[in-house]
């Protein structure tokens, strides 16, 4: 009796302690839309009825800040569009092991490989970046559309272009990383100081790019492809497009380190990489680019076929464990260069631009010397890529909400790219306000109102 008595025992406290350990439903961190999350959630729970599903939805950048800085999510899944969002929770040793599903795809495409090849996750669909424009914008700005990244620094564009920040936003982020990588530190960022300088304005989010376009608040945005579908966006003949160096890239999804619901998480990476799971990106509420090759040979998916993008491909390379160790110095020298300083950069950039027109019809040498002393400094960064790679690898650098005091160091490196900002741009604007005022003096220009006016 009393054996039965203790069996009887363990037996109730099984009862009772198992609900609790299954108690919690599957929890996916992602930074896809409600509009994306449902139509997968009504899905999956069609195909899997028996499993519960609850969606943490977050921005790219917090949700990557709260699972790397120890804030414990409870969750088991983390699915996302930016590639260099999971190398770094891969270097932050935050996820496990993820079996590759077997979907037809070829190990690289255009360049960048689906996936990890560490085996730490999966691709599940291609995105690509480029240009959304209003047209009806441009017709009455007699504005053409970008053909090349690089178009986006002619001066014509200046006022005109929206860019979200790569603080703010994880595919923006990839866009500043890619053209980083492409064109080189020197050049790269080059570019990017000049595209920040022709910039209408920098939006808080990804999705108020295309938004922006499509009210005409400006011309053209730096996106991409998901966020510019134009159903969703408020009116406007909005278009997008997709320049001559084309970017793709996979978005992902990963198995947490502290997954405790492993089972259900398998089983839903299983149904997002199927068939009929990879479908459902076809959906015009996603319209997504599935990963496995057969929708593109039934021609089901609309834009470029990123599997036929072999010749393009041989002078790209993404290297995404290089992205996730500079990630959060990427943002800060962003932010300090172009995002907060935005108004004086563009003023600068205008007077350079207002200053070089002036100097096509005949030269004149010391005016050219300093607007071409501006042009330079614009150009400058406060160290070279050796000396980034070095910070990056020796302060630990991380996602600081707005209002909170960063570590000692952290905050010791924003101070010091905000000095050597702040002297950069002053410097570029003496030269380029006296490289005007010797064209005043000479008649080409008119003068300025007290407070940098109107004629």
């Not at 930074?31 to 969606?55: G, H």
């Not at 570590?407 to 790219?417: H, S």
Request: with cysteine.
């Amino acid at each position: 009796m009393r054996f039965r008595a203790a069996a009887f025992v363990v037996i109730a406290l099984c009862l009772l302690l198992a609900p609790a350990a299954q108690a919690r439903p599957l929890r996916i961190v992602t930074s896809f839309p409600p509009s994306m999350i449902e139509l997968y959630r009504a899905a999956f729970r069609q195909a899997r009825p028996d499993i519960e599903v609850e969606f943490v939805q977050r921005k790219t950048t917090a949700a990557v800040a709260l699972i790397t800085g120890g804030e414990r999510l409870d969750a088991d899944l983390f699915w996302a569009s930016a590639p260099d969002a999971f190398e770094l929770l891969k270097l932050e040793g935050r996820l496990a092991p993820l079996a590759p599903r077997d979907t037809g795809t070829p190990p690289v495409v255009a360049g960048y490989p689906v996936n990890d090849p560490a085996g730490l996750y999966l691709g599940f669909a291609l995105s690509g970046y480029g240009v959304v424009w209003n047209e009806t914008y441009l017709e009455r700005h007699r504005l053409g559309v970008p053909q090349r990244w690089r178009d986006l620094t002619a001066p014509v564009y200046h006022g005109h272009i929206g860019l979200s920040s790569p603080s703010r936003s994880g595919t923006t982020h990839l866009m500043v990383e890619a053209l980083l990588q492409s064109l080189g530190w020197d050049e790269g960022w080059a570019v990017w100081r000049q595209v920040g300088g022709n910039l209408a304005t920098v939006t808080a989010r990804s999705f108020g790019v295309a938004a922006g376009v499509s009210r005409g608040r400006f011309g053209v945005g730096i996106t991409i492809d998901f966020l510019a579908r134009p159903g969703e966006l408020d009116a406007g003949p909005v278009r997008f497009s997709f320049p001559d160096q084309k970017v793709f890239t996979p978005a992902s999804i990963a198995l947490l380190k502290d997954a405790v619901n492993r089972e259900a998480a398998n089983a839903f990476v299983d149904f997002l990489l199927s068939v009929p799971g990879q479908r459902l990106l076809l959906d015009p509420r996603i319209d997504r680019q599935p990963i496995r090759p057969e929708f593109y040979a039934e021609g089901a998916t609309v834009g470029p076929n990123p599997f036929a993008q072999n010749d393009e491909a041989a002078t790209w390379s993404f290297d995404a464990g290089r992205s996730a160790q500079r990630y959060e110095l990427i943002n800060i020298l962003f932010d300090e260069l172009i995002t907060f300083p935005l108004s004086d950069a563009t003023d600068i950039w205008r007077t350079v631009y207002e200053v070089e027109a002036a100097l096509l019809p005949a030269p004149h040498t010391e005016a050219a010397r300093e607007v071409t002393r501006a042009r330079a400094l614009l150009r400058q960064m406060p160290f070279d890529e050796p000396e980034a790679t070095r910070l990056a690898a020796g302060v630990k650098l991380v996602r600081v909400p707005r209002g909170l005091p960063a570590a000692p160091e952290q905050a010791a490196l924003t101070a010091r790219v905000q000095r050597w900002a702040a002297a950069n741009l002053a410097e570029a604007r003496a030269a380029a306000e006296t490289a005007r005022r010797l064209l005043v003096e000479d008649g080409r220009l008119p003068a300025l109102r007290a407070g940098r006016g109107t004629p």
